[in-house]
């Protein structure tokens, strides 16, 4: 009898190939490299498979659609400790159940809505662990702060008692060749370096997605964020980000 596995045990088997692949090509240890799976528009029961095969750490866009996979994942054997990571835009009045059921956020670009986050981040939790988002390209329709002003941001974030500053993260704007890629990516490692050249001790450069996760790696990506290729293309009708 030959063995099938389930396809979704694969697509991540060939995705960490992929990130082993391009840590040796770029002289990155593989052990520095943490795997979001993103799966934002897909049900719990690929949650469910994906967390079967091993994956830990996994990225949701939307508040109520993540929490109703929460709330039917809790109770499966074997899938307590997953690590919930909010990766979307967020409301002002979202900001409470987000700081209540994720262990990370990704998008904070506002100093208004880390200091909700920090203020109904429950005693009884970890400091919430946070990501800067950077609108790298200044796309004007895009989340993200400026990098003109994300050193007061930092500092701002960093001050706050129940928020752990971690890095940052953004979604560049789309480029098919690899080397404009790369370049592109390591702006935000640059931005990066900066902020610990004032002393923010971060450790998280949260870049690269399905298309361009080589490149996020050889410019310094701790952190990719995988949907596509993990999950299967998502509904051309879903909200897009
Ligand atoms: C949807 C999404 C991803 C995953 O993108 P893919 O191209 O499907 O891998 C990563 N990061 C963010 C912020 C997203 O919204």
Redesign the pocket.
């Known amino acids: 009898m030959t063995l099938v596995l389930p396809s979704i045990a694969e697509r991540l088997k060939s995705v960490q190939a992929r990130i082993n692949a391009a840590c040796r090509e770029h002289g990155r240890d593989s052990a520095e490299l943490c795997l979001l799976a ?1 799966s ?1 528009t897909k049900p719990a029961a690929l949650v469910a498979e994906a967390a079967r095969a091993g994956q830990r750490h996994f ?1 949701e ?1 939307y508040l109520q659609e993540a929490l109703a996979k929460q709330v039917e994942l809790a109770n499966e054997p074997g899938l307590e400790s997953l690590h919930w990571h909010f ?2 835009p967020i409301q002002s009045n979202k900001s409470r159940a987000i700081a209540e059921n994720f262990s990370w956020v990704h998008s904070v670009d506002r100093v208004k809505i880390a200091e909700r986050l920090s203020a109904a981040r429950p005693a009884k939790l970890e400091p919430l662990n946070i990501c800067l988002q950077v609108n790298l390209d200044a796309e004007p329709s895009k989340s993200g702060v400026a990098l003109n002003q994300l050193v007061e941001l930092a500092q701002a974030v960093a001050a706050l008692p129940r928020l752990k500053l971690r890095g940052l993260m953004a ?1 560049p704007a789309p480029q098919q060749a690899f080397e404009q890629q790369r370049q592109s990516l390591a702006r935000l490692s640059q931005a990066q370096r900066q902020l610990q050249a004032e002393g923010l001790a971060l450790d998280t450069l949260s870049m690269g ?3 361009d996760l080589e490149a996020a790696i050889a410019a310094g990506s701790t952190m990719v ?5 993990i999950f299967g293309p998502r509904q051309a009708n879903a909200p897009a ?1």
């Open positions: 993103v934002k990225g866009n990766i979307g979604i997605m399905s298309a964020r995988v949907g596509t290729d980000h």
